[in-house]
């Protein structure tokens, strides 16, 4: 039985960005409720952490960052994802029988910010790819774990 999961990891980033878009947001409501009478020793700092919020929520998006969990019970490999990103919601299971497992394929995009896993399965004869799923969440150490087991489903075929 191996298991790999981020879920602690990503409710983090979860917890980290729900936070900076709620400062962000009391922060765009004093600017816009005093804008005239404002002191510029608090506009300041303001428009700076709205700045600084919106670049750390576009990186997150650039990378995508998803809960993936991974767990082979028996002969069975099961992939499970979901993404909770700004503008869309992602959700899949896969599972794959050892037998019918054709390999995998990390993929690295946007200078290494995102990583993507694809997972090839056998069905009438042909390789098929299921959509790829993002592991930029996972730490370093899980991915090479991560390749580690699937390398070895690999080999026994």
């Not at 299971?93 to 993929?107: H, L, N, P, T, W």
């Not at 069905?123 to 774990?145: C, E, F, G, V």
Request: net charge positive; proline share 3%; with cysteine.
């Amino acid at each position: 039985l191996t298991m790999i999961d981020n879920e602690k990891h990503f409710k983090s980033i979860e917890r980290i960005r729900r936070y900076l878009i709620f400062l962000s947001a009391v922060a765009i409501a004093v600017l816009a409720y005093w804008n005239t009478t404002l002191p510029v020793s608090i506009m300041y700092p303001a428009i700076a952490l709205i700045v600084i919020t919106i670049i750390i929520i576009f990186y997150y998006a650039i990378r995508g960052f998803a809960y993936f969990a991974f767990e082979n019970i028996g002969d069975v490999l099961i992939f499970k994802y979901y993404s909770t990103g700004n503008f869309s919601f992602k959700r899949m299971k896969i599972s794959v029988s050892r037998m019918d497992f054709a390999g995998y394929e990390i993929c690295n995009s946007l200078s290494n910010l995102r990583t993507d896993l694809v997972i090839f399965e056998w069905m009438n004869d042909r390789k098929a790819a299921y959509p790829p799923l993002n592991i930029s969440a996972l730490s370093a150490k899980q991915k090479t774990h991560l390749q580690e087991s699937l390398q070895k489903f690999i080999e026994v075929e």
